[in-house]
């Protein structure tokens, strides 16, 4: 079965960093392409990131590029989103998601996501 | 960055009713588009990808159409499940981005 678990979620202080990872099992992970969505308290779905199966090419937002890095562990199954400079804004549930295997963005497999909260 | 904008934002609606929401792109995205469902507190779910083909296990009363800028999502008979917040997403060019959404109520 696929599962992807993210954690590393919590309260951090605005200009503070995070990194979160998704944990993944079920599929060779390094077969597919990785992605991060956020989702703000009570609000809509956000495209943040992706990441190809080796880890040699990424995407970002622009309201996170520069700011945030994703990159993944293949050997350990692991995504990963460090997060600098954090902002109130980037406050949301920071969703770990893997697409159907055609490298299109098409998001099949989803982690239950993880809090983060940006506040003094 | 491609802007997608759906509508309705809300839809009231009864079990049995037929619905549509619609979801248009600020330029074209060819068929490079997916539908999603999500409920409160949980992860979206894939409903439909490339405009208009269903994943795996996803009822067939659902159904998308569409090309270029303007997409549908269509709910033949509405089920007690369906009701739900669903979202569009292109991915035809980075940065990918969502409507939205549209929160499908119960009249």
């Known amino acids: 079965e696929v599962q992807v678990v993210e954690s590393g979620g919590g309260l951090v202080q605005p200009g503070g960093s995070l990194r979160l990872s998704c944990a993944a099992s079920g599929f060779t992970f390094s077969n597919y392409w990785m992605y991060w969505v956020r989702q703000a308290p009570g609000k809509g779905l956000v495209w943040v990131s992706r990441i190809n199966g080796d880890g040699s090419s990424t995407k970002y937002a622009d309201s996170v590029k520069g700011r945030f890095t994703i990159s993944r562990d293949n050997a350990k199954n692991t995504l990963y989103l460090q997060m600098n400079s954090l902002r109130a804004e980037d406050t949301a549930v920071y969703f770990c998601?893997?697409?159907?295997?055609?490298?299109?963005?098409?998001?099949?497999?989803w982690g239950q996501g993880t809090l983060v909260t940006v506040s003094s | 960055d491609i802007q997608m904008t759906q509508s309705p934002s809300t839809l009231s609606a009864s079990v049995g009713d037929r619905v549509t929401i619609t979801c248009r792109a600020s330029q074209s995205i060819s068929t490079w588009l997916a539908w999603y469902q999500q409920k409160p507190g949980k992860a979206p779910k894939l409903l439909i990808y490339?405009?208009?083909t269903l994943e795996s296990r996803v009822p067939s009363s659902l159904s998308g159409s569409g090309s270029g800028t303007e997409f549908t999502l269509t709910i033949s008979s509405l089920q007690p499940d369906d009701f739900a917040t669903y979202y569009c997403?292109?991915?035809?060019?980075?940065?990918?981005?969502f409507g939205q959404g549209t929160k499908l109520e119960i009249k």
């Open positions: 490339k405009a208009s």
């Open positions: 998601a893997r697409d159907r295997g055609s490298a299109l963005g098409e998001l099949l497999h």
């Open positions: 997403q292109q991915y035809n060019s980075y940065p990918y981005t």
